[in-house]
C-alpha cells in the first residue's frame, strides 16, 4: 500500500467538508424539538433524576462521551448497554430519569428493544437520531435530530459525519444546560480536580499572592505621601494600611483612592492616608484557595484582595492583573 500525498490531502480535505457540511445541516435544522429536549433535561435534573444515555455500535462511543460530559458538569449521567441491561443492569434505571438513546438509523433492534423496559420503570425517552421517521424517533417522548446528507467513507459504510454530527448536537446540548444553570469555572473545577484547571484553582492562595518586598504595608497613620511612596516601591497598585498596635489590617489605598484624594484640595499629600482609605476591605485567608479568591473577584468587582492570615495581619495581596497568568481567568 502507497499512500500518494496528493490525492490523500484531496481524501483528508474531502472528508473534513462532508463533516463540516453535517455540522452546518444540523445547526441549521434546530427548532422546538431541541428546545423541548433541553427543557425535558432541566426537569429531570431539578427532580434529581439522572441522564441515562445508551447506544450500540459506534453510537455507543458517543453516547458514553455525551455522558462523560454531562458529568463533567455536575448534571448525573451514565452509560447503559442495552444487551446487559435485559440482563439486569436496569436495575440503575429510577422512575424520574431520563433515558437519551442514540441511533443513527434510528432502527437498532437493542435500542428498540430497550425502550418498552425503560418505559416501565417510568422514564420518559429522548430519540437522539439521523432519522426522524425511525420507529426510534416515533415511539419516543422527545426528540434530538442530526442532519446527515452523507458520510464522508468512500464506501458510504463507516459512520463519519453522522457520528460527528451527534457528538456536536450532544455538546451542544450539555452547554445549554450548563449556562442555564449557571454553572461557574469554580464548579467546574470541582468536577475536574486533577485537570489543568482543578490543580490551579485548588492551589492556596499563598502560591498565587504577591508579598516579600512586593506588599506594600505601612500604618495608617502614614501620610498619603509614603504610602504612595510604599506603593511605588513595591510596584503595587494598592497598599494595605494596619493598625499602628498590633499590625491588624484597618484598610487598604488603591490607585483610584489616590486619585479621588488629588481632587480633595491643596496639600493632599500631607494628610493622613486613614482619610482617604477604604476601610474594611475584602480580604481572604492565607489558608484558602484560589477558587475562593477568584469568587471574591467575581463577586465584588475588584482589582485586588488582601491575603491575611488568622490574626488579621495582611501576608501578602493577589493582583486582579496577576490572574490570567496562572490561567485563573
Known sequence: MAIAPKSAL??????????????????????????DTAR???????????????????????AGK????????????????????LHGDLGLCYEGDLAILLSNSGQSD??????????????????FTGNPKSDLARRADHRLIYRVSLEACPLKLAPTASTTAALA???????????????TRDDFAKYHPAGNLGRVLLLPTRDIMRSGSRLAVAKDTVTVQEAILAMTKAKSGSIALVRAKGGRLSGILTDGDFRRSAISGPGFLERPVSAFMTRSPKVIRDDA???DALRLFELHKIDDLIVVDSAGR?????????????KIV
Open 289 to 291: 484557595l484560589a477558587v
Open 169 to 183: 448536537l450532544g455538546d451542544a446540548l450539555a452547554m445549554v444546560l450548563l449556562e442555564a444553570r449557571g454553572l
Open 40 to 62: 425535558a433535561v432541566e426537569s429531570a435534573i431539578a427532580a434529581g433524576g439522572k441522564l441515562i444515555f445508551s447506544g450500540v455500535g459506534k453510537s455507543a462511543h458517543i
Open 66 to 85: 455525551i455522558a462523560a460530559t454531562f458529568n463533567s458538569t455536575g448534571v448525573s449521567s451514565c452509560f447503559l448497554d442495552p444487551t446487559q441491561a
Open 110 to 127: 437493542e435500542i428498540l428493544r430497550l425502550m418498552p423496559m425503560l418505559k416501565r420503570f417510568g422514564l420518559r425517552i429522548v430519540a
Open 10 to 35: 484531496a481524501r483528508a480535505r474531502q472528508c473534513i467538508r462532508i463533516e463540516c457540511d453535517a455540522l452546518e445541516e444540523t445547526s441549521r435544522g434546530l427548532g422546538a424539538e431541541f428546545i
Open 314 to 326: 495582611p501576608v501578602g495581596l493577589i493582583d486582579g492583573q496577576d490572574l490570567p497568568k496562572f
